[in-house]
Protein backbone atom coordinates (compact mmCIF):
# COMPACT_ATOMS: atom_id res chain seq x y z
CA UNK A 1 0.00 0.00 0.00
CA UNK A 2 1.33 3.78 -1.10
CA UNK A 3 0.54 6.62 0.47
CA UNK A 4 0.96 10.16 -1.08
CA UNK A 5 1.09 13.25 0.53
CA UNK A 6 1.00 16.45 -1.57
CA UNK A 7 2.15 19.99 -0.92
CA UNK A 8 2.65 23.14 -2.30
CA UNK A 9 -0.35 24.17 -3.52
CA UNK A 10 -1.98 27.80 -3.75
CA UNK A 11 -2.42 30.91 -4.79
CA UNK A 12 -0.50 32.43 -7.35
CA UNK A 13 -1.01 35.35 -10.59
CA UNK A 14 -0.61 34.60 -13.82
CA UNK A 15 2.53 34.34 -15.43
CA UNK A 16 3.64 32.93 -11.98
CA UNK A 17 5.19 29.50 -10.45
CA UNK A 18 4.77 26.95 -8.37
CA UNK A 19 6.26 23.69 -7.29
CA UNK A 20 4.21 20.66 -6.38
CA UNK A 21 5.56 18.01 -3.97
CA UNK A 22 4.49 14.18 -3.48
CA UNK A 23 5.95 12.31 -0.39
CA UNK A 24 5.58 8.55 -0.79
CA UNK A 25 5.07 6.03 1.60
CA UNK A 26 4.53 2.54 2.53
CA UNK A 27 6.04 0.68 -0.24
CA UNK A 28 9.48 0.75 -2.54
CA UNK A 29 9.11 4.30 -4.56
CA UNK A 30 11.40 3.15 -7.30
CA UNK A 31 9.02 0.34 -8.41
CA UNK A 32 6.24 2.72 -9.77
CA UNK A 33 5.47 5.44 -12.61
CA UNK A 34 4.00 8.35 -11.06
CA UNK A 35 2.00 11.00 -12.77
CA UNK A 36 0.12 14.10 -12.07
CA UNK A 37 -3.67 14.46 -12.74
CA UNK A 38 -5.81 17.81 -12.02
CA UNK A 39 -9.30 18.39 -11.46
CA UNK A 40 -11.64 21.87 -11.95
CA UNK A 41 -15.02 21.77 -10.27
CA UNK A 42 -17.67 20.18 -12.47
CA UNK A 43 -14.67 18.78 -14.82
CA UNK A 44 -13.79 15.18 -15.18
CA UNK A 45 -9.58 14.52 -13.46
CA UNK A 46 -7.42 15.46 -16.91
CA UNK A 47 -3.80 13.80 -16.96
CA UNK A 48 -1.00 16.79 -16.64
CA UNK A 49 2.36 14.56 -16.71
CA UNK A 50 4.13 11.30 -15.92
CA UNK A 51 7.11 10.15 -14.95
CA UNK A 52 9.06 6.66 -15.21
CA UNK A 53 10.11 5.06 -12.50
CA UNK A 54 14.13 5.78 -12.99
CA UNK A 55 13.14 9.32 -14.20
CA UNK A 56 14.77 8.92 -17.61
CA UNK A 57 11.43 9.02 -19.40
CA UNK A 58 8.78 11.82 -18.90
CA UNK A 59 5.73 12.43 -21.10
CA UNK A 60 3.58 15.94 -20.39
CA UNK A 61 0.05 16.70 -21.99
CA UNK A 62 0.00 19.01 -24.61
CA UNK A 63 -2.19 21.85 -22.48
CA UNK A 64 1.17 21.66 -20.42
CA UNK A 65 3.97 20.97 -22.69
CA UNK A 66 6.82 23.50 -22.55
CA UNK A 67 5.45 25.21 -18.74
CA UNK A 68 5.14 22.45 -16.68
CA UNK A 69 7.90 19.95 -15.83
CA UNK A 70 7.59 16.76 -13.88
CA UNK A 71 10.81 15.11 -12.22
CA UNK A 72 11.66 12.93 -9.48
CA UNK A 73 13.69 11.95 -6.64
CA UNK A 74 14.12 8.44 -5.34
CA UNK A 75 16.38 8.64 -2.65
CA UNK A 76 13.63 11.29 -1.51
CA UNK A 77 10.93 9.05 -2.15
CA UNK A 78 8.85 12.46 -3.79
CA UNK A 79 8.32 13.23 -7.15
CA UNK A 80 7.71 17.19 -8.25
CA UNK A 81 5.64 19.33 -10.77
CA UNK A 82 7.00 22.39 -11.59
CA UNK A 83 4.55 24.94 -12.79
CA UNK A 84 5.58 27.66 -15.09
CA UNK A 85 3.78 30.37 -16.74
CA UNK A 86 0.28 29.83 -15.66
CA UNK A 87 -2.37 30.84 -17.04
CA UNK A 88 -5.78 32.55 -15.00
CA UNK A 89 -7.71 29.87 -14.62
CA UNK A 90 -10.66 28.37 -12.16
CA UNK A 91 -9.33 26.63 -9.01
CA UNK A 92 -7.68 22.91 -9.70
CA UNK A 93 -7.26 20.10 -7.46
CA UNK A 94 -3.60 18.78 -8.53
CA UNK A 95 -3.06 15.08 -7.69
CA UNK A 96 -0.20 13.02 -7.80
CA UNK A 97 -0.83 9.34 -8.09
CA UNK A 98 0.95 5.93 -8.58
CA UNK A 99 -0.62 3.02 -11.52
CA UNK A 100 -0.74 -0.65 -10.95
CA UNK A 101 1.13 -0.92 -13.87
CA UNK A 102 5.06 -0.59 -14.12
CA UNK A 103 5.24 1.72 -17.08
CA UNK A 104 4.29 5.01 -17.40
CA UNK A 105 0.87 5.84 -18.61
CA UNK A 106 -1.67 9.04 -18.48
CA UNK A 107 -4.77 6.57 -18.54
CA UNK A 108 -6.20 7.46 -15.00
CA UNK A 109 -7.98 4.17 -15.05
CA UNK A 110 -4.60 2.96 -14.13
CA UNK A 111 -3.96 4.23 -11.17
CA UNK A 112 -4.35 3.31 -7.67
CA UNK A 113 -2.71 4.96 -5.53
CA UNK A 114 -3.68 8.83 -5.16
CA UNK A 115 -2.47 11.97 -3.33
CA UNK A 116 -5.05 14.39 -1.25
CA UNK A 117 -4.78 17.06 -3.65
CA UNK A 118 -3.73 20.56 -3.00
CA UNK A 119 -5.49 23.50 -4.80
CA UNK A 120 -4.01 26.18 -7.17
CA UNK A 121 -5.38 28.99 -7.98
CA UNK A 122 -4.14 31.33 -10.87
CA UNK A 123 -5.38 34.89 -10.56
CA UNK A 124 -4.88 37.69 -13.51
Known amino acids: QVQLVESGGGLVQAGGSLRLSCAAS????????MGWFRQAPGKEREFVAT????????YHADSVKGRFTISRDNAKKTVYLQLNSLKPAAPAIYYC?????????????????WGQGPQVTVSS
Open 51 to 58: ISRSGSNT
Open 26 to 33: GGTFSNYA
Open 97 to 113: AAPSIAIMTGDVAKYVY
